[in-house]
């Protein structure tokens, strides 16, 4: 039996302006006003701009100044160097690049939000019938459980940083997201057309960040076809795996025939792939638990009770595709060799369309905890967020005052009116949802993930209006460029360096660094990048030709663990 028994009134679905305003104070924020960040979002930035300024071996190639960065698939950076290309002139490369990051998550969320509805309104999802009418209608349920999966999806506290960087993981998970869309289309109809958009989704995967991830999902969707339809089966090996298969031979052959000098760094990136793998172990089971409850929330509540409410109909779509993705992603992330948050993002979309399915079962009981939850965590962080604030800006009360300062040295406030008005305004329109939520206990489906999903928006509208300056300066490497700059010739001249690829990027595109780009290329200046706690740095001099004179040393005044060194090469 269907454990969904649902009247009408649960349905009413959120208007379409709000959704679309929600999106807008999710993704804006954190996008205008600030530099390149260390350090994804740096690499990522630094790598579109090269691109978008270079020639066809930097497009076909990724790398940064001359830096090559064979591990990088190009399909996200084509996309970062194209909007540069596209809308640099009118507001800068950094912010036209971000151009990107909108897309992706427009993609991402409008995917999902599709998915959903598509699964919500097939029968094998739609609620018991009353005894005396009044149920749903097929449409108005999909449509509701879609409201509901879009704001698991604005909630994920993991999602929010990653979301606004300008690296591949921004369009990874898009493409995530409209594969799974793309496959329920495949399970739903069976047309071909959509086995081959889910096939040219899965090659661009493999562009955009390799080809262990959309072979994992190959085999998941060829297991879940012999499960529930083996006619499918024809579709997926026939027309979605060739198409793929050609996307990627494309580029491959594309590499080979106009730049073959690139074919090393293409092996190289063939080898990480599969450095990726390994054994399960414990380390990486930790890493799971520990980073993946406060990653994926609040959707694996909502999610495990999804699969355990209608474990007697585990082989329905909307269980068991989301499952499908689900499973095999978890098994890359317990066999990947790098404990890194990014690897978790692929498991989101999954995560949000159980979640959504999970909404209809849970007991108000459960809801009500969920709510209480976030109103108590998520009012508490917008309150030290603005008394963090006031202290900064007036310097009461004096000790956090003195830690916000201690962290950023140097840093000098300044008011920003309109950054202001748009927190006060956040804050009272979270004031009403609250005051609503409480007040009307409403009935709706999405009901239950509304306050957290709006109280992350909260923080993060108050992050980056009250703290954007103090963060920005404290994860930007624009001033040690400028310092930089100013002790190099006007007449730009080659620097040979060891810094990495972040620092690489920041001090090229705001200093006009000229880096060392050439094998062999003899430079007269040269930048090194150490621990603060080297004092003597004759020891890595020792590893350039030629006798070098210290003009200059300095780091960013938030960080306390790394030190720049510029030299000028004396005598012959």
Not at 341 to 354: D, T
């Amino acid at each position: 039996m269907k454990p969904v028994r649902l009247p009408a009134a649960a349905t009413n679905a959120l208007p379409r302006w709000g959704l679309l305003a929600l999106g807008l104070l999710y993704i804006l924020p954190g996008l205008i006003g600030r530099d390149p960040w260390k350090n994804d979002d740096a690499i990522s930035f630094g790598i579109m701009w090269t691109m978008a300024h270079g020639n066809l071996q930097d497009w076909l190639a990724p790398n940064i100044a001359g830096l090559a960065m064979p591990a990088e698939s190009p399909l996200a950076y084509w996309l970062g160097a194209i909007c540069i290309k596209l809308f640099g002139w009118l507001l800068s490369d950094p912010l036209a690049a971000r151009i990107s990051t909108i897309i992706c998550f427009l993609v991402g969320s409008l995917s999902i939000w599709y998915a959903t509805y598509l699964l919500g309104r097939r029968s094998e999802a739609q609620p018991l019938k009353l005894a005396f009418g009044g149920q749903p209608e097929p449409k108005d349920f999909g449509r509701t459980l879609a409201d509901g999966a879009f704001l698991i999806y604005l909630g994920f506290l993991g999602l929010l940083l990653h979301s606004h960087e300008t690296s591949a993981k921004t369009l990874q998970i898009a493409l995530v997201a409209y594969a799974l869309y793309s496959a329920v289309r495949v399970f739903d109809t069976g047309r071909r057309y959509h086995a081959m958009t889910l096939g040219l989704t899965l090659g661009l995967l493999v562009l955009t960040h390799g080809w262990l991830l959309p072979v994992g999902l190959m085999l998941a969707l060829l297991i879940l076809a012999v499960i529930r339809d083996r006619q499918l089966l024809t579709s997926l090996l026939f027309i979605t795996l060739p198409a793929g298969l050609l996307l990627c031979a494309v580029w491959v052959l594309s590499i080979r025939a106009l730049l073959p000098e690139a074919a090393d760094q293409f092996d190289t990136w063939m080898s990480w792939n599969i450095y990726q793998l390994n054994w399960p172990t414990w380390t990486a089971f930790k890493f799971f638990i520990k980073y993946g409850v406060w990653f994926a929330w609040p959707a694996w509540p909502f999610a495990g009770w999804a699969v355990y409410a209608w474990r007697r109909q585990a082989r329905s779509l909307h269980i068991a595709l989301p499952l499908a993705f689900l499973i095999p992603l978890t098994i890359l992330v317990l066999l990947n060799v790098h404990s890194e948050e990014g690897i978790l993002l692929p498991l989101l979309p999954s995560l949000a369309i159980l979640a959504a399915f999970g909404l209809p079962t849970m007991k108000r009981s459960a809801i009500n905890a969920v709510d209480w939850f976030s109103v108590m965590t998520l009012t508490t962080c917008a309150a030290f967020i603005w008394i963090g604030w006031i202290a900064k800006e007036t310097g009461w009360p004096a000790q956090i005052a003195k830690n916000a300062f201690k962290l950023a040295p140097g840093y000098k406030p300044g008011f920003n009116m309109i950054a202001l008005a748009i927190a006060v305004m956040a804050s009272i329109f979270w004031i009403m949802l609250v005051h609503w939520r409480i007040s009307r206990r409403p009935s709706v489906l999405w009901r239950a993930v509304v306050l957290s999903s709006g109280g992350v928006i909260l923080c993060w509208v108050l992050l980056m209006t009250l703290w954007l300056p103090w963060i920005n300066y404290g994860k930007s490497y624009a001033g040690v460029a400028h310092q930089i700059a100013e002790k190099l010739p006007p007449v730009k001249q080659c620097v040979d360096t060891n810094v990495g690829p972040a620092q690489r990027a920041s001090f090229a595109y705001f200093g006009n660094v000229r880096f060392e780009d050439r094998p062999n290329l003899r430079c007269d200046f040269l930048l090194l990048q150490d621990s603060i706690d080297n004092q003597n740095a004759s020891q890595m001099l020792r590893q350039y030709e030629g006798n070098w004179q210290l003009l200059w040393e300095g780091r960013r005044p938030s960080d306390r663990d790394e030190r720049f060194r510029l030299y000028r090469r004396i005598g012959n």
